[in-house]
Each structure stands twice: as C-alpha cells, then as structure tokens.
C-alpha cells in the first residue's frame, strides 16, 4: 500500500433539523479529530440545494484512519453530537494515492 497518505470519504445525509448547526459541528468535529494521531487535514463539503454532505480527512496511514473511523462507531462521546446530526451514511471508504486498487 502507497503510505504516503489516505484518504477518508464519508458522505452523508444530516438531519433537516441539525442543517443550520453544520458550521458549529463541523468546528467540534475538527477538534475531537486533532485528539487523534495521525490527522494531516480535514475538508468539509456542503450540498449545493440538498441535504447530503461529504466530508475527507486526510490521514498519514491507513491504521490512523481506522482508529478513528472505529472510535466513531463505538459510539465515542466526543462526536456524539456529530452522530446525532446524521440521518443516514451513503458511503464511508479509505483511498490511497494512485491508478490501481490495493487489496
């Protein structure tokens, strides 16, 4: 695997109530992710005219971004606010740089 980096793609749905607090728990969001080793950058995307958003976070490893993704799913308190926001997930996947998938 290319270690120079991965990328973390999530795109997800957020709840019309919680549209309007994106900003603020995108800005939460942030910060729990410096908690953990490894962040090199985090993008948030908005919809243009929908609710569906995207979020990539750029890690130095494939390891870096698993821990993350795991503590997520476990339901770690730090993005619970986050989670809460979220109505549905449409796609979470880690990509590395270059033509050729790697198993």
């Known amino acids: 695997m290319n270690d120079s980096h991965v990328l ?3 795109l997800f749905t957020v ?3 919680h549209v309007a607090q994106m900003p603020t728990l995108r800005k939460q969001l942030r910060e729990t992710l410096k908690d953990f080793p ?5 993008e948030a995307y908005a919809p243009l005219g929908e609710n569906t958003f995207a979020d990539i976070a750029k890690w130095q490893s494939h390891e870096h971004a698993q821990a993350a993704a795991q503590a997520f799913a476990d339901g770690d308190p730090r993005f ?3 989670m809460q926001a979220i109505e ?3 796609f ?5 740089p270059g ?3 790697v198993a």
């Open 8 to 10: 973390e793609v999530a």
């Open 38 to 42: 490894g962040l090199i950058s985090f």
């Open 99 to 101: 033509d050729t998938p």
């Open 80 to 82: 619970l606010p986050y």
């Open 15 to 17: 709840k019309p109530e």
């Open 88 to 90: 549905s997930l449409s």
């Open 92 to 96: 979470m996947g880690h990509f590395v």
